[in-house]
């Protein structure tokens, strides 16, 4: 089973109990705690800047969440590099019609070259315009 990628608003949602996709969020984490699951380290980036501004309590429990997910065997990171940044960027600029974020193309570019699987965890409709299942829709 390929795994399953996680956007930056699944995480954000997961981890913040005032988000309106919390409840969401925590019931599909639940359903797929044997599912391999993805991520980027730019998307964790996104997650970490997210809660920087909520004080140092949730600083440092973003901080751990990003810890632990690097540790869980359930999980990939895929790092950053020079070939996702180029491959990123060609996404990027060929999309110019498109208000996709630079990490968002990223993430594209990842699930695509990785065959991972095209049913995406976040609301970002964006996804869905490169042909992929988005599963946090409101």
């Given at each position: 089973?390929?795994?399953?990628?996680?956007?930056?608003?699944?995480?954000?949602?997961?981890?913040?109990p005032r988000d309106y996709l919390y409840e969401f969020a925590n019931s599909s984490a639940e359903q797929m705690i044997d599912r391999?699951?993805?991520?980027?380290?730019?998307v964790l980036v996104e997650t970490l800047t997210?809660?920087?501004?909520?004080?140092?309590?949730?600083?440092?429990?973003a901080a751990?969440?990003?810890?632990?997910?690097?540790a869980n065997p359930n999980a990939t990171v895929f790092p950053q590099s020079r070939e996702s940044f180029i491959n990123g960027l060609d996404l990027y600029r060929a999309?110019?019609?498109k208000k996709y974020s630079f990490t968002d193309c990223i993430s594209m570019y990842v699930i695509k070259e990785y065959s991972l699987s095209k049913e995406v965890l976040t609301n970002d409709r964006h996804f869905e315009q490169e042909g992929f299942k988005?599963?946090?829709?409101e």
């Open positions: 089973m390929s795994a399953i990628f996680a956007d930056t608003s699944f995480w954000i949602a997961l981890l913040n391999p699951i993805a991520t980027t380290d730019e997210y809660f920087s501004g909520f004080g140092a309590v949730a600083r440092n429990s751990r969440f990003v810890t632990m997910l690097h999309r110019s019609d988005i599963l946090m829709k």
